[in-house]
T-cell receptor
């Protein structure tokens, strides 16, 4: 079945620096790649997603890139701020016959942004 | 507030107890999910309900019993749990149970401790 590897497990940056989190997936049929942010005491919240027909997507300070050949995708956060501190999860899924979204998640990256 | 409400937020139970987790979504979605989140592990999909019908049971032990009386409510009934079942249990929903790769909206979870 699908497997998603995420690195690094922890990341510490200074405010204003950039942060990059990388994920690889195993199933070449995967076609949807979301990123979730989980703050303390809350559930994961979708921050950006990309589909397999797109190589890059940007939303203000965050961007995601996808390399289908290498089966990896990355989250880029620029000009980091203390409120970016959280656990970030990547995920991958493919179309299911039942029509629902069966996401396979990475193990998460704990990002700490220091003032 | 994501529109997905889980109760209780915290639960401590003994191995012989019976308890239930409740999830309610106010988003008009048709698919609902239970995920298990353990420390330093990827989110694990447990169950999926699509238009009130169970479409996925990810090899979950029978001591976990889901119930979906309607598209807005989802329960997870617990009985004779083991200490290794201690984790954060997350409920999620997605809009269209027919289309795939829909965005998941998570609740804040129930932190379960089994003594």
């Amino acid at each position: 079945g699908e497997n998603v590897e995420q690195h690094p497990s922890t990341l510490s940056v200074q405010e204003g620096d950039s942060a990059v989190i990388k994920c690889t997936y195993s199933d070449s049929a995967s076609n949807y790649f979301p990123w979730y942010k989980q703050e303390l005491g809350k559930g994961p919240q979708l921050i950006i997603d990309i589909r397999s027909n797109v190589g890059e997507k940007k939303d203000q300070r965050i961007a995601v890139t996808l390399n289908k050949t290498a089966k990896h995708f990355s989250l880029h956060i620029t000009e980091t701020q203390p409120e970016d501190s959280a656990v970030y999860f990547c995920a991958a899924s493919k179309s299911q016959s039942g029509g629902y979204n069966k996401l396979i998640f990475g193990a998460g990256t704990r990002l700490a942004v220091h003032p | 507030e994501t529109g997905v409400t889980q109760t209780p937020r915290h639960l401590v139970m003994g191995m012989t107890n019976k308890k239930s987790l409740k999830c309610e979504q106010h988003l008009g979605h048709n698919a609902m999910y239970w995920y298990k989140q353990s420390a330093k592990k990827p989110l694990e999909l447990m169950f999926v309900y699509n238009f009130k019908e169970q479409t996925e049971n990810n090899s979950v032990p029978s001591r976990f019993s889901p119930e979906c009386p309607n598209s807005s409510h989802l329960f997870l009934h617990l009985h004779t749990l083991q200490p290794e079942d201690s984790a954060l249990y997350l409920c999620a929903s997605s809009q269209d149970g027919v289309a795939t790769n829909e965005k998941l909206f998570f609740g804040s979870g129930t932190q379960l401790s089994v003594l």
